[in-house]
């Protein structure tokens, strides 16, 4: 039998911090220290001793209680692990170079974001991006090709609403999960306008930093000062290098097309106004400063905003021709939502529920407010900031909302359909381990000899 947790070790990315860093393991206070080496074979794939601990370590940091059987578990995964790239070799499966590429962004974008800076993930390391890159990716492309077989294992399961509900039965009484209140919410978001005397402001003050540039003065003094995005006016303008994909498109390809330290014209983009000064480009990435100044929206526009929302509001209320969801569709400015009837969307798994607890960390004045309503009740106009940092207006509707329960077929379907196909995965997973766990040679250090491997290894001595 496979481990309960295989399903989700395999399917998870490894970081690039759990990489980098090879544990030691101590032999004796005067005896040399082992700082790694190979403790299995599965066919030509090692596993590494600093493989098992870096695991070891990862788990005690968060908090997962580590037995004297964990070091046999932890090998066994990474056995399951190494068997799959085997096989993936022998099936002829290859992850593109592309794909690899876009992983190794992803996960620097990812790190650089937890770090605050392109330059201190460099400083971190002590090597560029590229030898960053270089360096992890045999790792990822191990980690996409796992996940590529695996996918090749259980792509075509589906279940049937018999399993779902067969599945629902089988779970212990005392088992079965607890859901939190959940609720639906539509929005109606009313932006003011800018006035054309803003814009042209704003512009002319740009106009005004691109001519003093020119003339000799620093951009990046002038970002310090004047640029209204606070993460980079505190490092002159700079962002840092960055993919193109990274930036929006109005503004990569105004910079894309800049030579080394020119300064390019006015770019508008959702966020406001820029000026851009090319530092450096390597291919598709590029370093940059900008000036970003955000157009205002005057305390007269914004009252007309919520002025003319508590009107659209008394005519959704009093007359059944006017839905709120129609209402959303032929008024609402936000592009999100709008084509949904204005149903919000959750951040945090894609879905249109908000589990109550969690609104509290996306938009704790929304959760006060829907925590006083009735379903089809409509609240607002509320003033709000929006994903641009712009302040606008809103309605918000109750749409629906579910009472905390024991989880049930009827009310929680899609749920116990995923847990259900993630069941019917793994099983999947158990039987091809099976099959195949002694098609290659495999061979474990003998200080593992001792270990109750969950599943029937045929394994070698040397």
């Known amino acids: 039998m496979i481990s309960p947790n295989l399903h989700n070790k395999i399917t998870l990315l490894i970081s690039?911090?759990?990489?980098?860093?090879?544990?030691f393991a101590s032999i004796g206070q005067n005896e040399p220290q082992v700082i790694d080496k190979v403790v299995a074979l599965v066919g030509e794939k090692?596993?590494?001793?600093?493989?098992?601990?870096?695991?070891?370590?990862?788990?005690?940091?968060?908090?997962?209680?580590?037995?004297?059987?964990?070091?046999?578990?932890?090998?066994?995964?990474?056995?399951?692990q190494k068997l799959f790239l085997v096989r993936a070799k022998a099936d002829s499966l290859i992850v593109s170079d592309d794909q690899i590429e876009q992983e190794l962004n992803r996960r620097l974008r990812y790190f650089i974001s937890q770090v605050g800076s392109e330059e201190e993930l460099v400083k971190f390391y002590g090597k560029s991006l590229d030898e960053?890159?270089?360096?992890?990716?045999?790792?990822?492309?191990?980690?996409?090709?796992i996940q590529q077989?695996?996918?090749?294992v259980t792509g075509d399961i589906k279940v049937s609403p018999a399993e779902v509900r067969?599945?629902?039965?089988?779970?212990?009484?005392?088992?079965?999960?607890?859901?939190?209140?959940?609720?639906?919410?539509?929005?109606?978001?009313?932006?003011?306008?800018?006035?054309?005397?803003?814009?042209?402001?704003?512009?002319?003050?740009?106009?005004?930093?691109?001519?003093?540039?020119?003339?000799g003065e620093d951009f990046g003094t002038l970002a310090y000062l004047y640029s209204a995005d606070p993460g980079s006016a505190m490092k002159n303008g700079e962002l840092g290098f960055l993919d193109r994909t990274d930036l929006v498109p109005e503004f990569a390809s105004v910079a894309m097309g800049l030579e080394k330290g020119q300064v390019s014209d006015i770019v508008k983009t959702q966020f406001g106004y820029h000026i851009i000064q090319m530092i450096d480009r390597?291919?598709?990435?590029?370093?940059?400063?900008?000036?970003?100044?955000?157009?205002?929206?005057?305390?007269?526009?914004?009252?007309?905003?919520?002025?003319?929302?508590?009107?659209?509001?008394t005519e959704i209320n009093t007359q059944d021709s006017l839905t709120f969801s129609q209402a959303a569709i032929k008024y609402s400015d936000d592009d999100n939502t709008r084509m949904?009837?204005?149903?919000?969307?959750?951040?945090?798994?894609?879905?249109?529920?908000?589990?109550?607890?969690?609104?509290?960390?996306?938009?704790?004045?929304?959760?006060?407010?829907?925590?006083?309503?009735?379903?089809?009740?409509?609240?607002?106009?509320?003033?709000?900031?929006?994903?641009?940092?712009?302040k606008a207006y809103r309605l918000v509707q109750l749409v629906k909302i579910t009472e905390p329960h024991v989880a049930n077929v009827k009310d929680d379907y899609p749920r116990l359909m995923l847990s259900a196909k993630r069941k019917k995965e793994n099983e999947k997973l158990e039987a091809w381990i099976e099959k195949n766990c002694n098609s290659a040679y495999v061979w474990v250090d003998?200080?593992?000899?001792?270990?109750?491997?969950?599943?029937?290894?045929k394994i070698s001595k040397r």
């Open 282 to 313: 390597k291919g598709d990435r590029l370093n940059v400063r900008h000036i970003l100044l955000i157009p205002q929206v005057s305390p007269l526009d914004l009252q007309k905003a919520k002025v003319w929302l508590d009107s659209l509001k």
């Open 149 to 152: 077989m695996q996918q090749k």
């Open 446 to 457: 003998p200080q593992y000899e001792g270990c109750k491997f969950q599943n029937q290894w």
């Open 166 to 215: 067969e599945f629902y039965a089988s779970i212990p009484k005392d088992s079965i999960p607890y859901i939190n209140s959940e609720a639906m919410i539509a929005q109606i978001v009313r932006k003011p306008p800018i006035s054309a005397e803003e814009e042209g402001r704003i512009k002319t003050r740009l106009r005004e930093f691109k001519k003093r540039v020119d003339n």
């Open 340 to 390: 949904n009837g204005g149903m919000m969307i959750n951040p945090m798994d894609a879905s249109n529920k908000f589990d109550m607890e969690d609104l509290g960390q996306i938009d704790r004045n929304l959760l006060f407010t829907i925590e006083k309503m009735k379903v089809g009740d409509i609240a607002g106009p509320d003033l709000f900031q929006t994903d641009d940092g712009k």
């Open 132 to 145: 960053i890159k270089e360096d992890f990716r045999d790792e990822v492309q191990e980690i996409l090709t």
């Open 46 to 80: 090692i596993v590494l001793l600093s493989d098992i601990e870096a695991q070891i370590d990862q788990m005690t940091l968060s908090d997962i209680p580590v037995t004297e059987n964990t070091r046999c578990q932890v090998l066994e995964d990474q056995m399951y």
């Open 16 to 23: 690039f911090a759990m990489l980098c860093c090879a544990p």
